[in-house]
């Protein structure tokens, strides 16, 4: 069965620190994965996609995310928070035309 | 619009009422998705539309939930007899048919908060 995991349910760092968050998928053709945000209130925004070639994709608002097929893993990172990007974080996997499947995401707080 | 837009935003229900909820998707757009995202989970894909083909229903948990979309651009998503568990935030996402570095990138809208006491 096709799934995405997220481990974390709510992570809080420090402004400034490093971030990571972790998604495992499970999908049985070639993977598309994303990762989405949503802040409060609104929709989800994505912020990065892979579905080929550079296993390291680049995001918006300086995300990245490493896609590593041997241990089914998309996990999202970047090298400095900010206070803006506390928000509710979505990994979600699907096939490039049709419905996503989504993880049950991670709250992050960021503390100044 | 510039955006995947929906309305209401928020509707509160009586338990047995009838709803509709809108979506307006980006012009041009072919593809229209319906998610329902219950409270502290993902969105869970509920139907799916080409045009105004419904090509994917399998996600509507019971035939009291109906979606159309009958000349292939705003979308209305009907819950017949309201049920407490049918409270949930109900978000649109549309797509075109241009693929965006290889995939159809999929655009939500601010979702539609439905409470049902």
């Known amino acids: 069965a096709q799934s995405v995991t997220q481990p974390d349910i709510h992570i809080t760092v420090s402004e400034g620190a490093s971030l990571e968050l972790r998604c495992n998928y499970s999908?049985?053709?070639?993977?598309?994965l994303f990762w989405y945000v949503q802040s409060p209130g609104q929709g989800l925004q994505l912020l990065l996609k892979y579905f080929s070639g550079d296993t390291l994709v680049q995001g918006i608002k300086g995300f990245e995310a490493e896609f590593k097929r041997s241990q089914s893993s998309f996990n999202l990172r970047k090298p400095s928070v900010h206070w803006s990007d506390a928000a509710e974080y979505f990994c979600a996997v699907g096939p490039n035309t049709d419905k996503l499947i989504f993880g049950t995401g991670t709250r992050l707080q960021v503390f100044p | 619009g510039a955006g995947v837009s929906q309305s209401p935003r928020y509707k509160v229900a009586k338990r047995g009422q009838d709803v509709a909820l809108r979506c307006d998707p980006i012009s041009g757009h072919v593809s229209l998705f319906w998610y329902q995202q219950a409270l502290g989970q993902g969105p869970e894909f509920l139907t799916y539309?080409?045009?105004?083909?419904?090509?994917?229903k399998s996600g509507l948990p019971s035939d009291r939930f109906f979606a159309e979309r009958p000349e292939g651009s705003v979308s209305t998503l009907k819950i017949q007899r309201t049920q407490q568990e049918d409270s949930a935030v109900y978000l649109c996402a549309s797509s075109s048919t241009t693929r965006i570095g290889g995939t159809y990138e999929q655009y939500f809208g601010p979702g539609t908060r439905l409470t049902v006491t």
């Open positions: 999908y049985g053709a070639t993977p598309y």
């Open positions: 539309f080409q045009n105004e083909a419904q090509l994917d």
